[in-house]
């Protein structure tokens, strides 16, 4: 096994474990803190709002998990260059950009909800920036990954 296949396998391996992390998440984690908010605040409805928005995340970094699997196959078969991984950086920016919106959802809602019940939403806002930050530059560095393979000469007498 060279060392480019080993690498990729290695991070077929983390995105797989990511992807069940994701998924117990969506299946176990946040059911249950829907469960207990039930509970403690019967009628009170002002988690779901955040639970759409976290399942909304999930599903979207769930597709852009399967692109990035996709995009380490295409890789290993020496086709890094082609059409499809164009194709799948695309769909990766996309979901960069649908996470950011969900998010911006999430802190326009607990700015909202802060003030009417007077909470402190500081703590949630910040953190929530925080995941913006970090996703726009995963979208920076997948469009300064699409550039070189849209000049590429191949794809290039392809979209000709």
């Known amino acids: 096994m060279n060392v480019r296949r080993g690498s990729t396998t290695f991070l077929k391996v983390i995105i797989f474990l990511i992807g069940i992390a994701v998924f117990a998440l969506c299946i176990f984690l946040l059911p249950e803190a829907a469960r207990r908010d039930a509970i403690e605040r ?4 002002s988690l779901y709002p955040l639970l759409v928005c976290a399942y909304g995340i999930c599903i979207t970094f769930s597709i852009a998990l399967y692109q990035v699997f ?3 196959t295409y890789i290993e078969k020496n ?22 919106f969900f998010i911006l959802l999430a802190i326009v809602y607990l700015r909202v909800h802060a003030q009417f ?3 402190d939403a500081a703590g949630p806002i910040s953190l929530s920036l925080m ?18 393979l849209k000049n590429f000469p191949d794809i290039k007498s392809k979209n000709d």
């Open 131 to 148: 995941g913006i930050l970090a996703t726009s530059i995963i979208a920076a560095i997948v469009d300064v990954l699409q550039k070189p």
């Open 79 to 100: 086709n890094a260059f082609s059409e499809l991984s164009l194709q799948c950086l695309k769909v990766i920016k996309k979901c960069a950009f649908t996470i950011i």
């Open 70 to 72: 996709k995009l380490l």
């Open 42 to 45: 019967p009628g009170d409805y």
């Open 117 to 119: 019940t007077g909470d």
